[in-house]
């Protein structure tokens, strides 16, 4: 499972001399209690800043050490409880470039490999991920993610894994083909894969044929991706159609998971389920 709303920077760090751990601390114990392995998310995002950092007009020096404070502190006090931590997410932009954000501009464009660093001394033991959307076929995209963790593994940052979030349109779904392919390339370079946010959005109302369409789209992206060497989980961005991300974020759309909104089972649940069964 995922933390979720729990560890984003503004929710579990208000403010400069305030954590909020409550939150991060019940899905940590629920995950123990229930043996389910837990991943993070997310330390550095361009969303999610609380004002006190964005508003804060600190000099370099002060926003490193308010950085790597915040990283140890959060990595540090779930060590051994999380073993997968989002380190950065969504840093690339749409062209292929180092996205323009609060912390390139602050810190530098090398901010990266160093909440990397600060991540893994924080937590030698959990692997640590770059995380980003629409960068899951290929194209200039997944170009410039490839070339982003490349470069940090020839620079020996420790990067273990790269997640492919797939939020999906069920009218404009990656080719599996190429899904399969950027796996592949991925995994060459010494690193996990994990799908870790998917759903597919459907164009309301979500009739019996959008929800056959929407089974052979999940299966088509599991099926391609498990056997490839690297690719090592699929995690969906929640599990009922009754609470998901989409229905705020794009109206019109809704009904992406494998469970309707009074928890009944959907057709992607069934092809998911044979897909594993096969493998
Ligand atoms: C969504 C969440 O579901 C919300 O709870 C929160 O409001 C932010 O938006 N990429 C990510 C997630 O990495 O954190 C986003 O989550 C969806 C897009």
Redesign the pocket.
């Known amino acids: 499972m995922v933390t979720?709303?729990a560890m984003y920077f503004s929710q579990i760090h208000p403010e400069r001399d305030r954590y909020v751990f409550g939150p991060g601390d019940t899905v940590v114990a629920f995950a123990q209690a229930n043996n389910m392995r837990l991943r993070g998310?997310?330390l550095i995002w361009h969303?999610m800043l609380p004002s006190w950092v964005a508003e804060g007009k600190f000099t370099r020096e002060d926003l490193a050490e308010i950085l790597k404070s915040h990283i140890t502190t959060i990595v540090g006090r779930y060590r051994g409880k999380i073993a997968e931590w989002d380190v950065v997410?969504?840093a690339i932009e749409k062209d292929g470039s180092l996205r323009d954000t609060f912390w390139r501009r602050n810190l530098g464009p090398d901010y990266i490999d160093q909440v990397f660093r600060w991540a893994h001394e924080a937590d030698p033991d959990a692997a640590l991920f770059y995380?980003d959307?629409d960068g899951e076929g290929l194209g200039v995209k997944s170009d410039g993610i490839y070339n982003l963790v490349k470069g940090m593994r020839e620079r020996g940052v420790p990067i273990d894994g790269v997640g492919l979030?797939m939020?999906l349109r069920l009218e404009a779904p990656p080719n599996p083909k190429d899904v399969a392919d950027n796996i592949r390339r991925l995994g060459a370079l010494g690193l996990k894969v994990d799908i870790t946010?998917m759903d597919v959005r459907v164009k309301l109302p979500a009739t019996a044929e959008k929800l056959a369409d929407q089974a052979r789209v999940y299966s088509a992206i599991l099926n391609a991706s498990l056997s490839i060497p690297g690719f090592n989980a699929l995690v969906l961005?929640g599990f009922t159609d009754r609470h998901t991300?989409i229905t705020a974020?794009f109206p019109g759309y809704g009904a992406p998971l494998l469970f309707d909104e009074d928890y009944q089972s959907k057709p992607a649940h069934e092809t998911m389920s044979k897909g594993l069964d096969r493998h």
């Open positions: 979720n709303n998310h997310t969303n997410n969504e995380n959307y979030q939020h946010e961005w991300w974020k």
